[in-house]
């Protein structure tokens, strides 16, 4: 029976009967199979009977799309994952800015508190009380600034029913307008019409890179004007002057008070300026007086009133040189026709104690109108040395030296000024004193002299500075009131007020407050004097 169903015998038994029953039931099997796959066949043809016979191509599509969507899905995700990085990068790196501006800050007050917890020296400790007063102050001046709106002067006189009418000049005082750099070194590439002074961008170029600022604020010391490849130029509009640095306001509330009573951009003009310059170089670099004249004319004629000047500090020396000025270039009678009023905020204009000591030693601190906070950092971060070398460099110091001699200023013996808090033996009239006997005393016209020659027998940069210092200004109280000379335009004593009857001119101080009169010097080897 094996033998029968083994395909290799079953062509043996073709011509049996046997042979012929079993071919004819394995025929009948493959005819089965054979249906049986077609009618697979066609079925599965009905099924897909959509494909058509792009059936293959359509299965490898399916396929690519959904390997597609599932790389769509990751890059989305890893983009997200991205963002939330750059997020958190972002954070990071606008807490570090933050921190950065908080720890300077709590260096500055941890040095005024040890200054004052660990010299005992009076005169310091002094100083640093001035300091924290002047905090206090600030502070609440800013708190009562920011929440009571309606106590502002400008709001209350606006109810009263004044409004604005004569155009007004603001002319800003020394150090008080941001300047910026239009052209210079390599180190400065960064800082393109961005503060060199003034600004948060001054104390980051002081503390980053304190010879690249020195050498930008620095002026030839021969013709007073700029370095080579360098230039910089003062702001323009009310932001040059309204605030020093973010928290330090100068003009910033006049400005507002003014705006409470209607005023505003065509009729109220910030006459910002280079306050390095000597006079004479504010005119020869920047037209800046001829372009004071044409700006207060075209007021003038918008408003068809005349200007009131509000100047402050050495902005008061600037627009007495400045009437002189336009005197001689125009005629006796343009500031009668053209100015109603001008007011002097607290102007030297006999000079002041401090012009000297800033050409002699590079003296800075209790600076007023750079602030408590910049002046100490400022004051100990740049050496005396090079303080002494920039100051030298600026004309518009000697503007400030004081002028009218002993007359005004007293001599060794005595001074207009002198009180009971001096004692028996003490005088203002001492304007330099030496305690340790290295010099004479000297009064304020002597300190003049003295300072001079200590510049012409220094280098040849000091030998310019004092030739200069003589060819711009004058500090006599001789009469040269038909002088055509500049140098004496600054000088009340020597210059007469402009030809101008119904000018009227308000002088504004303030009163029972610390100021500097007199230095006391000593023999220290170890610094630079």
């Known amino acids: 029976g094996d033998l029968l169903f083994n395909n290799s015998h079953t062509t043996d038994l073709k011509g049996t009967k046997m042979g012929r029953k079993n071919k004819r039931k394995n025929n009948k099997k493959n005819r089965n199979k054979n249906r049986n796959k077609n009618r697979n066949k066609n079925h599965n043809n009905h099924t897909n009977a959509n494909s058509g016979p792009f059936h293959n191509q359509r299965k490898e599509f399916s396929r690519m799309s959904k390997r597609a969507k599932q790389e769509f899905e990751w890059a989305s995700l890893k983009v997200q994952s991205d963002m939330d990085n750059v997020k958190r990068k972002a954070k990071s790196v606008s807490f570090s800015k933050t921190t950065l501006v908080l720890l300077i800050i709590s260096c500055i007050f941890i040095g005024i508190l040890i200054s004052v917890l660990l010299l005992v020296d009076a005169n310091t400790v002094d100083q640093s009380k001035i300091y924290y007063n002047r905090l206090i102050s600030n502070w609440t001046t800013l708190n009562f600034t920011l929440f009571n709106t309606r106590e502002r002067i400008g709001v209350k006189i606006h109810e009263t029913g004044i409004t604005a009418k004569h155009p007004v000049v603001l002319v800003p005082g020394f150090i008080t307008t941001g300047l910026e750099v239009w052209k210079g070194k390599y180190c400065a590439s960064k800082y393109f019409r961005q503060r060199m002074w003034g600004a948060m961008s001054m104390m980051e170029n002081i503390v980053t890179n304190p010879s690249c600022w020195r050498e930008h604020m620095m002026l030839n010391r021969t013709s007073g004007l700029d370095p080579q490849d360098i230039k910089i130029r003062p702001s323009l509009g009310f932001q040059a002057a309204d605030y020093l640095f973010p928290g330090y306001w100068v003009w910033s509330k006049v400005i507002e008070n003014l705006a409470d009573i209607g005023y505003e951009t ?264």
């Open 266 to 529: 065509n009729n109220l003009y910030m006459a910002s300026y280079d306050w390095r310059l000597s006079y004479d170089n504010l005119e020869i670099r920047d037209r800046y007086f001829s372009k004071l004249k044409s700006h207060i004319e075209l007021l003038v004629k918008n408003e068809n009133e005349k200007v009131v000047i509000l100047s402050h500090s050495m902005g008061s020396n600037v627009i007495l040189y400045f009437m002189r000025w336009v005197e001689i270039e125009t005629g006796y009678d343009w500031v009668e026709r053209n100015i109603q009023a001008y007011i002097n905020i607290g102007g030297p204009m006999l000079g002041t104690t401090k012009g000297l000591t800033t050409i002699l030693s590079g003296e800075m601190r209790d600076t007023s109108s750079l602030g408590w906070a910049q002046s100490f950092f400022v004051d100990n971060v740049i050496s005396p040395e090079n303080r002494v070398s920039l100051f030298r460099s600026w004309g518009s110091v000697t503007s400030l030296f004081p002028k009218g001699g002993p007359l005004y200023w007293g001599d060794t013996d005595s001074a207009p000024d002198d009180g009971p808090k001096l004692g028996k033996d003490g005088s203002y009239g001492k304007y330099l004193s030496f305690s340790d006997g290295s010099a004479e005393n000297k009064t304020s016209e002597e300190a003049i002299n003295f300072v001079i020659k200590v510049l012409e027998n220094g280098n040849k940069d000091d030998e310019a500075s004092a030739i200069n210092y003589q060819k711009w200004f004058s500090h006599k109280k001789d009469n040269h009131q038909g002088n055509r000379d500049p140098k004496y335009w600054a000088n009340p004593l020597q210059t007469p007020l402009p030809y101008a009857p119904s000018l009227k001119i308000y002088c504004l101080y303030g009163v029972d407050k610390d100021t500097e009169r007199g230095y006391i010097y000593k023999s220290n080897p170890n610094r630079y004097h």
